[in-house]
């Protein structure tokens, strides 16, 4: 797994054009990532995307100071080479998802969190 990735928002947006509601989704989502290619480090060599996805449910139309999160939901999509790679992966999305990553954590708190995950094999599967 190289060190090479890259932040993009859905709509081309520059980072720098967040509000401070969307800085909290992209910094769990940064986490999550940051959590998932720690654990995998040391297991995986092959990991060849990995992509997070994370929306929140506004208590308002527009984004105003009273505005709270009624829900989130994050979309975890991977790919790699093999099935044991597969395996590997999916328990390394559960555990940051479950236990390591601490924006997750915290956002629990606020409102409830759902998930997807989608993990695609892209080699030869194994006898």
Known sequence: MGSDHRFTLSDNRPLESLNPKEML????????GRTIV???????????????SLEGTLSTATVVA???????????SAECRTLKEQLIISRAINLAHDKYCGMLQMIRRIAPLSHET??????????
């Open 25 to 32: 989704l992209y910094a769990t989502a940064d986490c999550a």
């Open 38 to 52: 720690g654990l995998l480090k040391e297991h995986v060599g092959d990991l060849t995307m990995l992509e997070i």
């Open 66 to 76: 009273e505005s709270r999160y009624n829900s989130f939901n994050i979309v975890y």
């Open 118 to 127: 989608s993990i695609v094999t892209t080699g030869e599967v194994e006898s």
